[in-house]
């Protein structure tokens, strides 16, 4: 009963899920009356974070766990303190390509005003549209996108190595311009564009714009493998959400 309690809280986190698993581990069982976990494992599979941010596998394994056993005869979990777990996140690079088309990204790449970029458009707000991720080895990765000015597209292009900064932000270190990629009479200004592109990741990708709720997540290391990015850290879980 514990674990399917759990496992239907936990989906409440998801927008979808495709496979939520939990296992609860509690010897002896009888430690379960006065509300006593020894911890417990979540395996998830092909979730959705707010509609629109994909997550190929999530996992993790709690510390030892204080619950209101009342809360479970009731449908739902409700812990007495925070408990702390190992967590493990797997991205794609496709489900990484569909963030970047989500509102709440879309919102950061739209109608800038700096200097930088303006001075290009005549003054006009500029957009970046159309990004392109391409996940390469030793953590880096491709970056291919396209800037609308009054005389035509510019398309830009860089890579970068990918890093974590305190834990929760993913910084784009050491972004190259890929002058191969842009036809040679417009490299002068995609170069420009390309190094306010660099700065704009720069601060776009941070854990607390996307935590789940009652779960704050940080990240320890990441690492490119294959068409993977994947993340190792920590979740703080303070809460569970209601089941309706």
Request: with cysteine.
């Amino acid at each position: 009963m514990l674990s399917s309690v759990v496992s239907q809280s936990i989906r409440h986190l998801f927008t979808q899920s495709e496979a939520v698993e939990v296992e609860v581990r509690c010897q002896p069982a009888s430690k379960i009356l006065q509300g006593s976990i020894d911890g417990f494992k979540m395996n998830g599979r092909n979730l959705v974070i707010r509609k629109d941010f994909w997550v190929e596998e999530m996992s993790f394994e709690t510390d030892a766990v204080s619950i209101d056993f009342g809360s479970v005869m009731k449908g739902n979990i409700q812990l007495k303190q925070p408990t702390n777990a190992i967590a493990r996140v797997v991205l794609t690079e496709d489900g990484i390509n569909h963030a970047f088309t989500a509102e709440l990204v879309q919102a950061r790449l739209k109608n800038l005003e700096a200097t930088e970029l303006t001075s290009l458009s005549g003054g006009e707000p500029v957009s970046f549209s159309n990004v392109s991720v391409s996940l390469l080895p030793a953590n880096q990765v491709q970056i291919l996108a396209k800037v609308q000015l009054p005389n035509g597209v510019v398309p830009i292009a860089l890579t970068a190595t990918l890093a974590v900064d305190r834990r929760r932000r993913v910084l784009f270190n050491n972004p190259q311009f890929e002058e191969d990629s842009v036809p040679e009479h417009l490299r002068g200004v995609s170069q420009v564009l390309t190094n306010a592109f660099a700065e704009i990741l720069n601060g776009m990708v941070d854990l607390d714009r996307f935590d789940l709720d009652g779960v704050m997540m940080r990240i320890n290391r990441l690492e490119t493998k294959g068409k993977q990015l994947i993340f190792s850290g920590y979740a703080q879980i303070e809460r569970f959400p209601k089941q309706a």
